[in-house]
């Protein structure tokens, strides 16, 4: 019987078709995305990962004790993402500092620290795996269909290297496990909670490809 997590998959499936044929994706993969563009999404995904940080705090502080060293790895990790991100912004000349989030950036973070605080510990985490397999199946798509060299590799890799795909399995082994025995009112809401957060992955390439700003 298939887990719990590809009952979700299929469930989105429509939205995961707009998520990987996003132009953002193809400009970015083709070599033809404006530097401002791709720079925007860096802004703005720089300020989203520092927000993340409370919110896997909150699910490390809800997490069963066996799951809490894995919570602090991830907290890690995410240090390591910013580093990365300052790192190539840097290089490229973009301006990390006094970034104020778009619309969309503001309205998913908030999504997910009243997921993380308001929902139950397996609610928070099917709101964690949608993100991180949103990203790993958004840069992989990328990375399949390069067709020149590409001035933002390392955040190519980054999303598509091999630990990456082995973290994004882990979750989605441990979501099915999680999700043993679970009522069917629990199960529908981690699922209407998949569906937001892909929902807000699809506009967060939007926000960057149109880039958002706030409109008054």
């Known amino acids: 019987m298939e887990g719990f997590h590809?009952?979700?998959?299929?469930?989105?499936?429509?939205?995961?078709?707009?998520?990987?044929?996003h132009p953002f994706l193809k400009m970015t993969?083709?070599?033809?995305?404006?530097?401002?563009?791709?720079k925007i999404w860096i802004q703005q995904d720089y300020i989203f990962v520092q927000e993340a940080i409370p919110f896997i705090a909150?699910?490390?502080?809800?997490?069963?004790?066996?799951?809490?060293?894995?919570?602090?790895?991830?907290l890690t990790g995410l240090e390591r993402e910013l580093k990365l991100f300052r790192q190539i912004a840097s290089a490229h000349g973009v301006n990390l500092e006094n970034i104020a989030p778009s619309p969309t950036c503001y309205g998913y973070n908030q999504f997910l620290m009243t997921t993380a605080h308001s929902c139950s510990f397996?609610?928070?985490?099917?709101?964690?795996?949608?993100a991180e397999?949103?990203?790993l199946d958004s840069w992989m798509e990328v990375k399949n269909n390069l067709t020149v060299e590409n001035p933002w590799q390392e955040f190519i890799?980054?999303?598509?290297?091999?630990?990456?795909q082995k973290f994004v399995d882990w979750l989605a082994s441990t979501l099915d496990k999680i999700a043993l025995g679970k009522p069917e009112s629990e199960l529908e809401r981690m699922e209407a909670l998949f569906l937001i957060t892909a929902r807000y992955e699809y506009l967060f390439w939007e926000m960057a490809a149109k880039e958002e700003i706030w409109p008054v």
Do not use: H, M
């Open 58 to 74: 909150v699910l490390l502080a809800k997490a069963p004790l066996d799951l809490r060293p894995i919570f602090i790895q991830i």
């Open 29 to 38: 993969a083709n070599g033809t995305i404006p530097d401002d563009t791709f």
């Open 6 to 21: 590809q009952r979700l998959l299929d469930s989105a499936q429509e939205i995961w078709q707009a998520i990987l044929n």
């Open 133 to 135: 397999k949103a990203y």
């Open 122 to 130: 397996p609610e928070g985490f099917t709101v964690l795996y949608a």
């Open 157 to 164: 890799d980054n999303w598509t290297n091999e630990e990456f």
